[in-house]
């Protein structure tokens, strides 16, 4: 068969497409294939069932292929379309930034379960958490650094997408570093992929993620160690911090937290029962 034929139908090329991928290990083969078609005609992908018994234009077939071809080699889908959906949303994804996670809503959840003015997001990467919270919390603000000055480009993109650029402000900060200001809420997911882990990892994540928003290059706590012994100054009293945390790392960063003066408040398990936010409290009133 070859790349583009006058007679392919959305059909055929679904077929042929779900048969390369899951030849080269695509966990949910048919499902990718559908989206990344419905990408390349342009159409939603609810309405794309209608346009399968269809012949496909070849500019169409040969974007599809392109994107297929790219999938193979275990491009994630939100790189390749450019977007991914987080909290009711669709945020802007490239390679610089971590892709949103169905996880890190359990981090959103627990900030809006309390009001909040101003916002500090360490690590913002995307701006998907800073940008969900202003989005849902009227009339807070929010600051986002990052060290990726890359990753910030798309934060802003994301803000003036969502009309929120006149609430937020985002700078290039290795954590707390350049941060000025006093929030009565700080935010965080961080990189805690142990080095050790990062080989098991799927290729999607393991290749295609930026490395500086997986993994510390050691045991997965550094960013948490960094985070804790810092961010007081930062915080009003009494003032919330709310971490995303690997599965088994729950103990260790509450004994991280106590450590540097915070009192641990919830900790919270996401869908699948895993240990996934530290909620935690600021208190600079000694005894
Ligand atoms: N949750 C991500 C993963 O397991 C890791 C993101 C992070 O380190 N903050 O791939």
Not at 107 to 116: G, W
Not at 162 to 174: I, Y
Not at 196 to 202: D, T, V
Not at 265 to 275: E, F, P, Q, S, V
Request: net charge negative; glycine share 8%; with cysteine.
């Amino acid at each position: 068969m070859t790349a583009t034929d006058d007679t392919e139908t959305g059909n055929s090329l679904l077929i042929a497409a779900t048969r390369r991928l899951a030849a080269a290990g695509v966990p949910d083969a048919a499902r990718d294939a559908r989206r990344l078609l419905s990408h390349a005609v342009g159409v939603e992908a609810g309405r794309l069932t209608l346009l399968l018994p269809e012949t496909i234009e070849k500019t169409a077939q040969a974007a599809f292929n392109t994107l297929i071809t790219r999938r193979a080699a275990r491009e994630p889908v939100s790189q390749l379309i450019g977007r991914r959906a987080f909290y009711g949303r669709d945020f802007i994804v490239t390679a610089d930034v971590l892709d949103p996670r169905p996880e890190t809503e359990m981090l959103v959840e627990a900030a809006l379960a309390q009001p909040f003015a101003h916002v500090l997001d360490l690590g913002t990467g995307s701006g998907c958490i800073l940008l969900t919270l202003l989005a849902e919390m009227d009339a807070s603000r929010g600051m986002g650094v990052d060290i990726s000055a890359a990753a910030l480009e798309v934060a802003r993109a994301n803000a003036r997408q969502l009309d929120l650029s006149h609430r937020v402000r985002f700078e290039v900060s290795d954590w707390v570093a350049e941060v000025g200001g006093i929030f009565d809420l700080v935010v965080a997911n961080p990189p805690y992929i142990a080095s050790s882990e990062m080989a098991g990892l799927a290729p999607e994540v393991r290749d295609w993620e930026p490395r500086l928003a997986l993994t510390d290059g050691s045991d997965g706590l550094d960013a948490y160690r960094q985070i804790f012994t810092s961010v007081g100054p930062n915080l009003i009293d009494d003032g919330r911090i709310i971490v995303e945390i690997g599965p088994s790392q729950a103990q260790a960063v509450s004994a991280i937290a106590q450590d540097a003066g915070f009192d641990v408040r919830a900790l919270i398990k996401d869908l699948d029962g895993r240990d996934r936010v530290i909620v935690a409290q600021w208190s600079d009133i000694p005894f």
